[in-house]
Nanobody, 116 residues
């Protein structure tokens, strides 16, 4: 069974940091590009970051450029998102995802809350 499981969310003060993880199973993780998207209450999904299978070309939304870093460990089947200098507007449920055979695969999400 193809599965993505996110973890690492929580409550942090503005300016703080969190590291999200996404553990993959049921497919050859190292062969696929991966993405992070987020969804805040009452808003549509927002693409945050993506990384190719070989970790050569990370990409970021303008809203997180310079504060977030995407990475992956193909030996551990794990995707990461290091989030620094968090802002109140970063609060959302964060999902990792990929496309396999044309189908979008997404985990259950992990909640990130930013509040003083």
């Amino acid at each position: 069974e193809v599965q993505l499981v996110e973890s690492g969310g929580g409550l942090v003060q503005p300016g703080g940091s969190l590291r999200l993880s996404c553990t993959a199973s049921g497919f050859t993780f190292g062969n696929y590009d991966m993405t992070w998207v987020r969804q805040a209450p009452g808003k549509g999904a927002e693409w945050v970051s993506a990384i190719d299978s070989g970790s050569r070309v990370p990409a970021y939304a303008d809203s997180v450029q310079g504060r977030f870093t995407i990475s992956r460990d193909n030996a551990k089947n794990t995707l990461y998102l290091q989030m620094n200098s968090l802002k109140i507007e970063d609060a959302a449920v964060y999902y990792c995802g990929t496309k396999i055979g044309g189908a979008t695969i997404r985990g259950q999400g992990t909640q990130v809350s930013v509040s003083s």
